[in-house]
Every structure is written in C-alpha cells, then in structure tokens.
C-alpha cells in the first residue's frame, strides 16, 4: 500500500486534475484579459469577467521556493523528497505546490527550470516536475 | 460611493481583558477537552471576580472538529451547557484571522453592546490524542478525498505545515542570507525562558550544539525549530471596559490587527518573504499612537521558528530582509534583559503548543507583574501575534494606567 492522499473532484477542478491523462496542464484563464489565475474559479481576478475556462499551459515552470522533506510522515512515504512552490513561465504570479522527481536534493536552486511531467494516481494525474534537460 | 469622512472608531478601547486562566498543561494528561476547559474556564472567571452568573458571552477558535486528533477537541455548545451559561451572544469558527479571531470577536462583541463579560477559550488535547494512536498535524492521513486548499497541496506529500513553512524560511534565506543559526536564537531563548516557567514542558537547557545536530524534519527546519503538541486549555474574559469588577488587574486592549491582504492560501501569496502576519502587523500599527520601540515584551506565534521570525519582522523589530543582523544578537536582542523580551513563558517551542493563547496569557501575566522569576521589570506594553502563511492576527496590549 502507498500513501497518496487524493482530491476531490469537481466540476471546477477535474480540468486541472485530469489533464495529465492526455500530457496537458490545464490552468484557468479569462477569455478577456488573458489572465491566468489558479486555483480554479468562475471569475477573472483581475477583470471580473465571468467568461474564463481552463486553458492548456506551457508546463515550463522556474522553482520559487523549495524544501527537502526528510522526517517519514507515513511509514509508506519514501524520503527524502523534495517539495517546491514553482511559477509558471506562462505568468509567474501562478504558482503550483508540487514535488520535484529526477533531481538530487542538493542540486535544487530557486530560479531553476523544471518541467511537468505528470503521475497516474487512481482517477486522477499529478503534475510534478523535474529539471528541464539541458538541450530541449 | 462616497463615504463622509469622519474620525476613525478604535472600538477595541472599549474592551479590557479582565481574567485570565489556564488549566494544567502538560503531555500525556489523559484528560478530555472539556475537563481542561472548565477548569480554565472558572480560573478565568474566579479572577475576574465574576461569576458564572455574569458570562453573557462565549468564543472560541476553531469550533469543535474532528479533523486533526487533539487539535479541536471542545467547541463552544459543550462548554455553554457544562456550565449551563446563559449568554447573549457567542461564535466559534475557524474562518477567522488566526488563533486570535475568537478574541477579535469578543471584542467587537462587547465594543457594540451585544455582551458584557465574553469567556473566550482555546482548549488542545493532542498529546493524549496522539498516544491514543491517532497521528495529528499530517493531513491526508485520515484516507478520505481532500477538498478545498489543501487538494493543492496534500496530495504532492506536502502533507505538513513543516514542509509549507519550510519553503517559505528557504525562499527568505535565499533572498536574505538567514541562516539556521539565526533560528536556532529563537528555539534557544524559548528555552531559557521556559527553565524560569514551572508549567513550561521542556525546561531542560538547550544548547546551539543540540540545535544544530537534531534531526532534520523538512530543510531548513528541524526537530527544535517546531513546537510540542500538548494538553491544555487557555481561557480570557474580555469585559467592557466600565464593567471589569477589578480594574487594578485589567489588561487594555490598544489595537488589533486582522487584516489579510495577500491571497488567502500557503503558495499564492504575492512576496513569499511575507505572510499574514505583515498585513495583520501594519493594520495593528495603523490604530494606535505607540511604536515598536514602546513595546516591553512580545509573545509571537513559534509553532515554527521561522513563524516567530516572520512576526518579528511583520511588526518592525527590525526592517525587512535583516532578521540575521537582528537574531545574531541572541539573549542581548531577545532574552529577558535584552532589548525585548521574546516568548518568556518559553513559547510554543518549549512550553506547548496552547495555539496562540499561551502568548495571550503570558502576555497578561507580564503586564500585570505576575511574571514571578521571569517578569519583564516595568512591563507597560505587549504585543501578541498568532498565526503563519495565510493566517494571521495581532493585538497591542497595555497596563492599566
């Protein structure tokens, strides 16, 4: 058994979740002002306009913040891990809490480049990143 | 709109503290929420010189919950029938601003006539919760699909605040050059603090040498930059000022802070070097005549260090970006004949996570010289603030003068 808490799905989030099924991140955005926002919401926070929707994101990030996760919180979770706040290039004021996989803990920098890459769990995908390889 | 200028209201002169109790504290007490709140509960009101006959209001945070085992234990309904008070109003929750909303509304409750004498109460049990084998503090640990903020975060295995604060401290030490060192200032004072408290948990001294070679929990913070889980239950009565029966004793309330400006979540909020407690800090300032340099003691929320940090910052002990200039002076900035006084009861650190009324009470003891062997000479004014990340809430308090 592993430990992998899930979330609930609902007509407002399952874009943001489901996505990976098909290799895309889906963030909400005003069909206005172009403004992405997230968590997902019926309303642009900039311009009000109630005409938004998911939208297809780059999924290039840069790293904001990170921590090295160390003490095992369940006996299920493999540690250490590494857990960041990253922007995303298609407006940095959009953040994502994720885990960053195929990256030693020491080599993580605020301002470094990662990409999604997304991890079937049960219903739903979870967007996690990993370093951008040097040449793509 | 236009709204006619007028001279703003300070409602929060209108109310005073005028008891304070807390029930035994402790790990282990195998004792029920509500056993520890009622014995607070009358401490409080026994040294207001009330009765149970007077208590016309009640508060708490957060509400009765069963979400985190020992984190909410006792909500508002159970303590009004135990003691069978008859109130005119009351309120708990937990959509507030931080641990101290329930004080906040108190007070406005009392400010606009609603009440006279508002028993508010914090009670904890998770320690018995915990060694009864239900683990607190790790969301998503219960098996259930996670709704709201935490669906952001819980499933990514950011599952505790540790990890949510963590990256906060790292992004502030990138920006500023904090080091774990500066931190550990703050785990050390509780410390020392504590070995003068008798009802402090952890009393033992604690050396920058334990500090730096406890176990790691999530980098930067470790073992001694969290709080203990423990038992215990605070309790205050917030009075109308011409009602208090003894005004030798009261504490006044100068101003309050409850603002929350940024985004109302852990990874949203525009400067990731600020929290709540910067919004909450400025609004707190903004209704009163008195300055950092007046304060005589603080009591600020160290459920983290890094959290206590952020309060010293957030109310202007230091400007922005130098917390290690300031914590690098230790016991001489921050100890109880330093510049001020931080955490003399010994905070959540070492005397147990009471959940922002610990500071409330210690705060009332300073002001009123009962202190004993860790009393502040001259204490006139103390400022409490509760709350990391999106939550936050101050309150400037002084001696009757």
């Not at chain 1, 430990?3 to 996505?19: S, Y």
């Not at chain 1, 407006?91 to 809490?97: M, S």
């Not at chain 2, 176990?215 to 001694?224: A, D, E, F, K, Q």
Request: charged share 20%; glycine share 10%.
């Amino acid at each position: 058994m592993t430990f992998q808490p899930l979330p609930m799905v609902t007509d407002d989030n399952a874009p943001f979740w489901e996505g990976g099924e098909v290799g895309e991140l889906r963030i909400n955005r005003c069909r206005e002002c172009r403004t992405w926002f997230h968590p997902p919401a019926p309303v642009c926070p900039e311009c009000v306009s109630m005409n938004v929707g998911p939208e297809v994101a780059s999924g290039r990030a840069k790293v904001a913040a990170y921590t090295i996760n160390v003490q095992a919180w369940s006996p299920e979770l493999e540690v250490p891990y590494v857990l960041a706040y990253v922007e995303l290039d298609d407006q940095p004021d959009v953040r994502l809490t994720t885990r960053l996989i195929d990256c030693a803990p020491e080599d993580v920098r605020v301002g470094m480049p990662v990409e999604v890459t997304f991890q079937a769990a049960d219903d739903i995908w979870l967007p996690l990143f990993r370093p951008v390889k040097e040449n793509s | 709109m236009s709204i006619p200028a007028r001279t703003p209201v300070i409602g929060e002169r209108n109310a005073v503290i005028s008891g304070i109790g807390q029930s035994a504290v402790g790990r282990k007490l195998g004792r029920t929420g509500i056993s520890l709140t009622v014995e607070a509960a009358l401490a409080a009101i026994a040294d207001a010189g009330l009765t149970r006959d007077d208590i016309d209001g009640v508060a708490s945070y957060p509400g009765a919950m069963d979400a985190s085992p020992g984190m909410a234990p006792t909500g508002v309904p159970e303590l009004k029938d135990a003691l069978r008070l008859k109130v005119n109003w009351f309120s708990g929750g937990g959509e507030v601003p931080a641990q101290l909303g329930a004080v906040f509304n108190a007070v406005a409750a009392v400010s606009c006539g609603l009440a006279n004498h508002v028993l508010v109460f914090r009670t904890v049990n998770e320690s018995t919760a915990q060694t009864a084998g239900r683990r607190a503090s790790v969301v998503g640990s219960g098996g259930s699909r996670i709704g709201g903020a935490m669906q952001y975060l819980v499933p990514f295995h950011a599952v505790s605040a540790a990890n949510w604060v963590g990256m906060y401290a790292q992004r502030y030490m990138h920006e500023y050059g904090l080091q774990r060192e500066h931190l550990g200032q703050i785990a050390l004072n509780a410390r020392r603090h504590a070995a003068l408290n008798p009802r402090a948990i952890f009393r033992d001294p604690l050396t920058m040498d334990d500090y730096m070679n406890a176990r790691m929990v999530s980098w930067p913070l470790g073992l001694y930059d969290c709080d203990i889980p423990c038992d215990g239950s605070v309790a205050l009565i917030v009075s109308r000022a011409d009602a208090a029966p003894d005004l030798k004793q009261v504490v006044r309330i100068e101003s309050i802070g409850s603002a929350l400006h940024g985004r109302d979540s852990w990874d949203q909020r525009e400067d990731l070097t600020t929290m709540a407690s910067h919004d909450a800090a400025k609004m707190m300032w903004s209704r009163t005549d008195l300055k950092p340099t007046d304060v005589d003691s603080a009591h600020l929320y160290d459920g983290f260090s890094y959290l206590c940090m952020q309060w010293l910052e957030a109310l202007g002990f230091f400007p922005k970006g130098e917390a290690a200039g300031f914590l690098e002076g230790g016991e001489s900035r921050i100890g109880l004949g330093g510049e001020l006084p931080l955490n003399t009861n010994g905070g959540q650190l070492s005397a147990g996570r009471l959940h922002g009324y610990g500071y409330l009470h210690e705060a009332c003891v300073q002001l009123r010289g009962e202190g004993g062997d860790r009393q502040v000479q001259g204490a006139e004014v103390s400022v409490v603030g509760a709350g990391g990340g999106p939550l936050g809430g101050c309150i400037l308090l002084t001696k009757d003068r």
